[in-house]
């Protein structure tokens, strides 16, 4: 069969441009078979000169829609297909001179920046790193008992570990994936009948990501790179020598998604009633990509993808010198001078990884083989696991040396964040102060703390009519919050030299991926027994506060005296509470501890 379309076919006779013209002209010929007249060919060049010239003006005009407001008939182009990314962000029309000029599809927009969830300046950084191909890479054992991956395979052999231990990724310090913990010394009550939760002040960390930017693991990998074409591994390190270091940057992994949408599918249950369904409420994040996603994921799991009719999220920069009481740090200048935890966890590395760095520079060759790289060899085992799903890293540390590095990471918090450091209760004075602010239902109009009080000074921005408050912080900010509420019994010495045995202030519990502070306020009917048999005989109707950290209760008697450490049930009357937070700010210190010595506010 000849072809229609292909000018190489036989028969193909190419037409040319004025038998094309012709071929137009001819629907508006007569049927007649008689020439039409000079004058009458005028007439239907002069028709089909006027129809393109409409033609022309239609698509220009379309495309002059599209310029103002990348959108064509209401059908919105993938960002890719416009000529400048700028066009979706309607405050940048703000910016432009030329586009200052009146066009009637430009979009207006009077939303301010802090509620602006677009991609700006202060996002950090966010490369991503190699997609996980799971399915092919694990290995284990198929003469073991087969336990599905869900969705992470921690089911891996470790020398040591006995049935009734802990998994190694319970105790991975800040890197441990989201775990509830197992407990802060009291039991757990249900609420007595009568009582209700009437508040609920949340306070959540982001989910599991990659490395940050210049971490160890990142080091490591670049020193294995540049060993390459000398460096040999054999034994259980022989994977290295194919193995390269493909990590992202500082965003949430797959495995952080699912932490903060499961943490919202679990507030959900534990608290919808306490939002009002004819309201939309503010929650509050910080500029970085991490913040803002986990924020986005835990939203869409409590209240579900349409979660903006719900809430509107206001997102606070996070830059240096600024003040953001959910990254207290960035407006604490001395913080990061302030290294004892850092110097402590290092003398604790030194120690327990002497045999683990011994038994592995045997197996490399061409390499000097050094206990910075085992350290970073057993952190990659924390992010691979997250990033990857599976991670041969973690295998080749015995159970012993899992529990040494769970605690580096308590010496490293303890003394850099927590009541081991000067600044450790400043960095989280402010958010202190923004809870008792919305406990007693006032704006902050003046603090001597990280406040931002243009926000906090404004109802919009800091209402003081929600039920339900929902913040997202970072792991060190929230350690810093604890001290700031003078949860002293996270206050003891831990000694850089030796593992203490259990204790108090382990980051496992404390702050893991997705880690949450729940702080509740309960009205009861009357006042309720410390030994929980009942209410008293006489009194009126009576309000509590109960911190809740990672699902399990925080005695706050324990801390404070006044609070009654006979309270089985750790709560808090609230009077007594405000009244014993009152002293807080005093004992940070805010100014004097973060702006001594050189710096400024």
Known sequence: MRSLINPQAPGHNPVGLAEKEELLLRPLLSTHDTQPSPGQRLKRKLSVLLASCAVSLTVLFAFNILACNGTLFGIKPRPSELSSPTLLQARDYQSSEEEEEDCPCKPTSTVPDYFNTSPGPWIGKTATGRAPLMAQTRTFDHAATYVPNAPLQTQVPIQGWQPGNLSIFDMMGFLTPYTPSTGFGVDEWPLPDGAEIIWLQMVSRHGSRYPTGGSNV?????????????????????????????????????????????????????????????????????????????????LAGMFGLEWPNNVTLEVIIEGSNLNNSLAGYVNCPNESQDGLGSEARDIWVGTYLQNATERFSKLVTGYNWTIEDTYAAQSLCAYDTVASGYSRFCSLFTYEEWIGFGYSHDLQFYGNNAFGSKTGRAVGIGFQQEVLARLQNHTIPYSETQVNVTLDNNTVTFPLNQSLYLDFSHDTNIVSILAAFGLTQFEQ?????????????????????????????????????????????????????????????????????????????????FETFLKVQEKMPGLARYTEVCFADGGSP
């Open 493 to 573: 010495d831990l000694p850089a030299d030796k593992y203490p045995g259990a204790h108090n202030f382990t980051v496992s519990h404390i702050t893991p991926f997705g880690a949450r502070l729940d702080i509740e306020m309960i009205k009861t009917p009357k006042p309720l027994k410390a030994d929980r048999s009942g209410y008293e005989d006489e009194g009126e109707e009576t309000k509590y506060v109960h911190f809740v950290l990672n699902q399990r209760t925080v005695p706050l008697g324990w801390s404070h005296s006044e609070c009654d450490a006979e309270r089985v049930d750790g709560w808090c009357e």
């Open 218 to 298: 990142e080091s490591f990998g670049a020193r294995l790179a540049n060993a390459t074409g000398k460096f040999n591994a054999t034994g259980e390190l022989e994977f290295l020598n194919n193995w390269k270091y493909q990590m992202g940057t500082e965003i949430l992994v797959p495995r952080g998604r699912q932490e903060l949408f499961d943490s919202g599918v679990l507030h959900a249950y534990m608290y919808s009633s306490l939002y009002d369904p004819n309201t939309k409420i503010i929650a509050r994040t910080t500029t970085q990509d991490r913040m803002m996603k986990s924020a986005e994921n835990f």
